[in-house]
């Protein structure tokens, strides 16, 4: 219960402590929220250093997140589950494959606790999300990088496991290549040293060349 003045309690007062009580109890870290309501990470844990009280404006999306009330948050009802709201870690984004997520990580040698870390989840995650099969898109698309899978694949969506080929730098251009459609078996030596000798060279570079034989060529003798 927060502070009173007269016996009733004040808004807002002390409601970073019940904060902490429910996340603890929900397996919730305080970086986790503080990135859910759209904040830094370490938003929601410098006020609670402080024990000082977070701003209103934030406390539906946080009580929506823990799964009770402002009310309950504020201290004005002792009851956590009066005015419930649902929690959006309920709300379902697919069909989370966990068993393919732990053979990745088994297999890339990354622990469970290393990719909820990168997500602000707490460490033991895994139970809920094993349970519930939701896991938001954005999150998925982090997990998927890093697994090196598509974010698809863990959701259920395909059975490839293969991760998106990068494309191709636009910018990195083909060098041109001196022989092709030429069949060098029929060349003479000389032609065919000649030849391989421009292969890869830039049109820059090989007219470079032709004016240079241009030039040696008339002053040879015919």
């Not at 919730?28 to 830094?40: D, E, R, V």
């Not at 309950?72 to 068993?99: A, K």
């Not at 460490?123 to 999150?139: F, M, Q, W, Y």
């Not at 570079?205 to 015919?222: D, G, S």
Request: aromatic letters at 6%; charged letters at 25%; glycine letters at 8%.
């Amino acid at each position: 219960m927060g502070q009173t003045t007269g016996g009733n309690p004040i808004q807002n007062a002390g409601n970073i402590v019940k904060i902490r009580e429910i996340a603890k109890m929900r397996g919730l870290k305080l970086n986790f929220i503080s990135q859910q309501i759209g904040k830094s990470n370490g938003y929601l844990s410098e006020i609670s250093g402080r024990n000082a009280n977070v701003p209103s404006k934030y406390l539906p999306a946080i009580a929506e997140i823990l799964g009770t009330s402002v009310e309950y948050i504020n201290g004005l009802v002792d009851d956590i589950d009066d005015g419930l709201t649902t929690s959006p870690l309920d709300v379902d984004y697919g069909s989370f494959q966990f068993d393919r997520f732990y053979a990745l990580c088994q297999k890339s040698g990354k622990t469970q606790a290393h990719l909820y870390k990168m997500v602000g989840m707490p460490d033991k995650a895994g139970s809920n999300l094993r349970r519930t099969k939701n896991v938001k898109p954005e999150i998925l698309e982090v997990w998927a990088k890093e697994l090196h899978t598509t974010a698809a694949y863990l959701n259920g969506e395909t059975d490839d496991s293969s991760p998106v080929p990068a494309p191709a730098a636009s910018e990195q251009k083909e060098k041109p290549n001196a022989l092709d459609g030429i069949e060098l078996e029929k060349l003479s030596p000389a032609r065919r040293a000649l030849l391989e000798a421009l292969d890869g060279m830039t049109e820059e570079n090989i007219m470079k060349l032709v004016r240079i034989a241009q030039a040696v060529k008339m002053e040879l003798p015919e």
